[in-house]
């Protein structure tokens, strides 16, 4: 999309993020991460929890006929 080498990409975001943090202070990283956290968990167990329910379901197959 922007055509960036992935090495530029890394040491860029690093850099921002590393100015974001000396200009806004820690406080403010350490608010953003405190809450983001709790999406960032939620949306983790579902990508686990989903897949291993609907593999655990039974499917229409071993369902016994009446």
């Known amino acids: 999309m922007f ?3 992935l090495t530029h990409a ?6 921002t993020a590393g100015a ?6 820690l406080k403010a ?9 709790p999406v960032q968990n ?3 167990r579902v990508c686990i929890c989903v ?8 499917s229409k197959r071993s369902r016994p006929r009446s």
């Not at 990283?29 to 956290?37: A, E, H, N, Q, R």
């Not at 897949?51 to 039974?58: D, F, G, L, M, V």
């Open 3 to 5: 055509d960036l080498n």
């Open 10 to 15: 890394v040491w860029l975001i690093g850099f």
């Open 20 to 25: 974001y943090t000396i200009y806004g202070g």
């Open 29 to 37: 990283v350490v608010w953003s991460d405190l809450t983001s956290s």
């Open 42 to 44: 939620r949306r983790m």
């Open 51 to 58: 897949p291993q329910a609907r593999r655990r379901s039974p």
